[in-house]
C-alpha cells in the first residue's frame, strides 16, 4: 500500500484538452442516448427497430476500431482525437435535421464510429502520457464525460417539453467543440510519446488468453452500461405512467450516479485491490437494478438508476485498465480492439433488449442486466490470478 500511496496524477494543459474531449465526446453519447425513445416517438418504429441504432452505433465503432491502429499510425493521435470530434459532428447534425430512419442511423453510426477513435485515442494517450497513474487519468477523464453527460441528457429533456423541440438541443455538440478548438486546438501532449503500433512480426503477434477474458469483462460492461442509457428511460415510463420526456430525466439520474462514482474512483482503488473493487461496483450496479426493476414509483425509480449509476461508474475505466494491463505494452492495438468489443456490446446489448421487450416487455427485458454483471463477474475471477497487481497503482 505504500508503493500505491506514492502515485499522484499531475492534470497539465494536455491532460484538460483530452478531459474537455471526451466531454464533448460525452455531449453525444448521451445526448443521442436520452433522444432515441424520443426519436422512436417521432418515427412511430417498434422498440426492435429502433434498437437499430444501437446496431448502427456498433457498426461505426467496429469500423473505425479496425482502422484506428493505422489512422494513429498515419497522423498520429492528435489528429486522431480532432477528426473524430469532426465527425461526431456530422453524425449527430444528421440525427438533427433528419426524420427518415435510413439518415438518423447513419447519423448515429457516424457519430459512434468517429467518437470512438476520440475516446480510445485519448484513453492510449493518457495512459501513456501518466504511466503508472493512467488509469487514474483514465477514470477522471470519464467523470468529466459523465459530468458533461449530466447534462446533455438533461438538456434532451427540457428542450424535449420546450417548444423548440428536442432536436434543437443536439447544437450544443458543435458549439462546445468549436469553443474548445478555439480555446485550445494548439495544445498536446509534450515530447509526444511513440504510438505504440508495431510493425514487422510484433504486429502479427498475438494477445494472450488473459488479454481477451479482458475484453469480455469489459464486453459485459458496456453492454450492461448502454442498455440502461438507450431503454431504462422506457421502463420508468412504462413502470411509473411518467410521459417519454419526464421519464428522460431517470438517465441524468444514472449519469449522476456515473459521474460521482468516477471522481471517487481513483481514490478508492487506492484503498482497495483492483478485484475487489470491481466486483464490488458490479455488486452495487445490481442492487440499485433491482431497486429500479422493482419500483412503480418515479422517486424510487430514479433512486435505483442513481445506484445503478454508481456502481456502473467504475466498470468502463477498470475494464479498460485491465485489457491494457494485459496488453503487454501495446496500447494502441489494444484500444483498437477494446474498441471493437465495445462496439459489439453497445450494438449486441440494446438490440437484444430492445427486441425481448417487442417479445416480452420492456420489464422483463431488463432481467439482461443481471445476466451480464453474473457474467462480468466471472470473467474478472476467471483473470484475477495474473492480474491482481497490474495497474493497482492507478485504480479505477
Not at 238 to 262: K, W, Y
Not at 359 to 379: D, E, S, W
Amino acid at each position: 500500500m505504500a508503493a500505491i500511496a506514492l502515485v499522484r496524477l499531475t492534470r497539465d494543459r494536455a491532460t484538460w484538452l483530452i478531459y474537455l474531449q471526451l466531454g464533448i465526446f460525452a455531449t453525444y453519447l448521451y445526448g443521442l442516448s436520452a433522444a432515441l425513445p424520443l426519436l422512436r416517438i417521432d418515427q412511430g418504429v417498434s422498440q426492435t427497430v429502433a434498437g437499430l441504432h444501437g446496431t448502427s452505433m456498433a457498426v461505426g465503432g467496429i469500423l473505425t476500431g479496425l482502422a484506428l491502429p493505422w489512422l494513429t499510425r498515419r497522423i498520429g493521435r492528435r489528429a486522431v482525437t480532432w477528426t473524430g470530434l469532426a465527425g461526431v459532428n456530422v453524425g449527430v447534425m444528421l440525427v438533427m435535421l433528419g426524420d427518415a430512419l435510413p439518415v438518423t442511423l447513419l447519423g448515429y453510426g457516424i457519430a459512434s464510429g468517429m467518437g470512438s477513435i476520440t475516446l480510445y485515442a485519448g484513453m492510449a494517450a493518457l495512459d501513456d502520457h501518466h504511466g503508472p497513474a493512467g488509469a487514474a487519468a483514465i477514470s477522471e477523464a470519464n467523470a468529466v464525460g459523465v459530468t458533461v453527460g449530466i447534462g446533455a441528457s438533461f438538456v434532451i429533456s427540457f428542450a424535449a417539453q420546450s417548444a423548440l423541440g428536442w432536436r434543437a438541443a443536439l447544437l450544443m455538440t458543435p458549439i462546445l467543440t468549436a469553443l474548445l478548438a478555439l480555446a485550445m486546438g494548439r495544445v498536446w501532449i509534450p515530447e509526444r510519446e511513440s504510438t505504440g503500433v508495431p510493425t514487422g512480426p510484433a504486429a502479427k503477434a498475438r494477445f494472450s488468453r488473459r488479454f481477451y477474458v479482458a475484453a469480455a469483462v469489459l464486453f459485459c460492461c458496456v453492454a450492461l452500461e448502454f442498455c440502461f442509457n438507450l431503454w431504462a428511460a422506457k421502463l420508468v415510463a412504462d413502470r411509473t405512467g411518467l410521459s417519454a420526456a419526464m421519464a428522460a430525466i431517470g438517465l441524468t439520474a444514472f449519469t449522476a450516479g456515473l459521474a460521482a462514482g468516477r471522481f471517487a474512483g481513483a481514490r478508492l482503488a487506492l484503498w482497495m485491490a483492483p478485484t475487489t473493487l470491481f466486483v464490488c461496483a458490479l455488486a452495487l450496479t445490481a442492487a440499485g437494478w433491482a431497486v429500479f426493476w422493482l419500483s412503480e414509483e418515479p422517486v424510487l425509480s430514479y433512486a435505483g438508476l442513481a445506484v445503478s449509476g454508481l456502481g456502473a461508474s467504475l466498470h468502463f475505466p477498470l475494464a479498460l485498465s485491465r485489457v491494457l494491463a494485459a496488453s503487454d505494452g501495446r496500447a494502441d492495438q489494444a484500444t483498437a480492439t477494446a474498441s471493437v468489443f465495445s462496439s459489439v456490446a453497445v450494438g449486441v446489448g440494446p438490440f437484444l433488449l430492445g427486441a425481448l421487450g417487442d417479445a416480452f416487455g420492456t420489464h422483463q427485458a431488463f432481467l439482461m442486466v443481471p445476466a451480464l454483471i453474473g457474467l462480468a463477474v466471472g470473467g474478472i475471477l476467471a483473470g484475477s490470478g495474473r492480474h491482481a497487481g497490474a495497474h493497482a497503482p492507478a485504480g479505477g
